[in-house]
């Protein structure tokens, strides 16, 4: 699986995201493209990783591995509701103005920090932390 593989760009760029950060080793994403785009790929996160599972899918002769036909979309294995990360794409400076990532990470960043709240927390409970085991 491509958010699985060891040194891949997907990796790192998966793992940042789940902190809320884009890895400062790899070119940006710059959104969609338009007249004065900023200097970065011209894609964004989502297409980006959907892209990749896509093209993870297609099985070739000159490939060493492909991921399983029967695998969830990539948003499902990472536990990301895609209508949350619509909602967020659209949202997301509004709704996020300090840490971002599951609600564990937050606390503990917040406590590492010596930081007793951090705006948008509930919002990352609801769109970026796992939900309860069952």
Not at 8 to 19: D, F, Y
Not at 54 to 64: I, N, V
Not at 98 to 121: F, M, Q, Y
């Amino acid at each position: 699986m491509p958010e699985t593989s060891e040194h891949t760009s997907i990796k790192k760029r998966i793992e940042a995201a789940k902190e809320g950060q884009q890895p400062a080793s790899l070119f940006p994403f710059a959104g969609n493209p338009r007249s004065a785009i900023p200097e970065g790929l011209p894609l964004g996160l989502q297409d980006y990783l959907e892209l990749v599972d896509w093209s993870g899918r297609c099985l070739r002769e000159d490939k060493r591995g492909a991921i399983d036909q029967k695998a969830p979309p990539i948003l499902e294995r990472l536990q990301i509701d895609p209508r949350h990360w619509l909602y967020l794409n659209r949202n997301f400076e509004s709704r996020f103005r300090s840490l971002v990532g599951a609600a564990h990470s937050v606390r503990a960043a917040c406590e590492h920090l010596g930081k007793r709240w951090a705006h948008g927390i509930r919002d990352c409970e609801r769109y970026f932390s796992p939900p309860p085991a069952s």
